[in-house]
């Protein structure tokens, strides 16, 4: 009569080796992995951290560990009235800039026109398209994650400090000699000199709407400036609430083939949310709040600000948030990614805040 419980409680056993289910532990990684997976780097965690002067750098997506769709970097400095890079072009990179929380100042100019200035601050994008040599049109997506590697000192902390509060406030600019170098990582000097004359928060202050009225996304291959909020809003009400405010559509992103938005969520309603599954690799970061993710075989995980999930092509995923607003930065490889979906299936909207009544 034991023998046959035994057998059994072996058997099952022997089922859940061979499952090899995949853990939290598996899920959250220090660093980018070389290939795309899975993963979770927690808000400054080393992200194969280098320094650059008083710059602190951390790579939470890689080249590598997206299959070579996007990068994304983040980037904490103290304050200084110093430039942090000289002026430079990219001819093959585009290179968005997107202000997490505290303060700093971004300018574009593009073909004689006007340069331009801008203080962003927490929530406000600035986007500065490769300026190609006529008439190549080779852009690509991929800000060199290894240029930073082989210009910075590798960094790592025992405390996740976002910088180091103790180095020098130095000029924290490469000098014009190591700019020069550097045309291999499609960095190339530019004679332009940064103006100074910036008026509530935008250089030039005339003809410009700078966190006083609506923005819009630019022409294809033209830097452009969004306020936080006062960029353009859809309303999705498939699954509680979604607000989705694009940053790069497929419009701009042209032949490169991606998109940046960022989505605010409330209180999810129903229980079980929907499944996607993406035909580019895409990438969560927390801005504000809580958002609940599982990705493939692994647990569902929680995240909060400046944690980032990584999602590769084709491995399916889930999300909500419990919490009453939820905001991600959200990047994707693809013209047809969960923000280009979720504003296919919704409406314009006006505001940054859900509607006053429940969806059910
Ligand atoms: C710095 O880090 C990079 C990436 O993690 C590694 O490839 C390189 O060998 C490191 N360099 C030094 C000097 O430790
Ligand atoms: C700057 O902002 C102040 C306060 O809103 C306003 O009175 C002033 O006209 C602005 N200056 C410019 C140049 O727009
Ligand atoms: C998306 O890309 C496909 C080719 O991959 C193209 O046919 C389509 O027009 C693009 N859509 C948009 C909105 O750019
Ligand atoms: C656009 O990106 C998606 C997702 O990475 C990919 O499946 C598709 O082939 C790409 N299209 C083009 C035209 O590059």
Sequence with gaps: MLTSPLVLLASLG?????AQQNTLDDLFVENAPSSPRPYVIPHYANSHSVTIGPQLYRFPVTGPSSGYAFTLMGTNAPSSGNLGVLPHIHRRHYENFFALKGRFQLWAQKDGNEQQGRLLTQGDFGSVPATPPTPSKCWILIPRWDLFYALGTNYSSGTDTAYVPSVSHGPGTPSSYIMSQLQRYD????????RRDFVNGSAPSHNTVWHTGSNELGAPAKPYFLAGGYGPKYLNSDHGYQIIQPLVEPKQAQDLNYTISTISLSRQTKNSPPSYTLD????????????SIQIGDFPLVTIMTGDVAFIPAQVPFTYYTETAFTKVLFIASGNNSLDQQLINGGNKWDWVTFPSTKHT
Excluded: D, H
Excluded at 14 to 18: D, E, F, I, T, W
Excluded at 282 to 291: D, P, S, Y
């Design 187 to 194: 960095v190339y000097p530019e004679t332009f000199k940064a």
């Design 14 to 18: 022997a089922g859940l080796v061979q």
């Design 280 to 291: 580019g690799a895409a990438a969560f970061e927390v801005a504000e709040g809580a958002l």
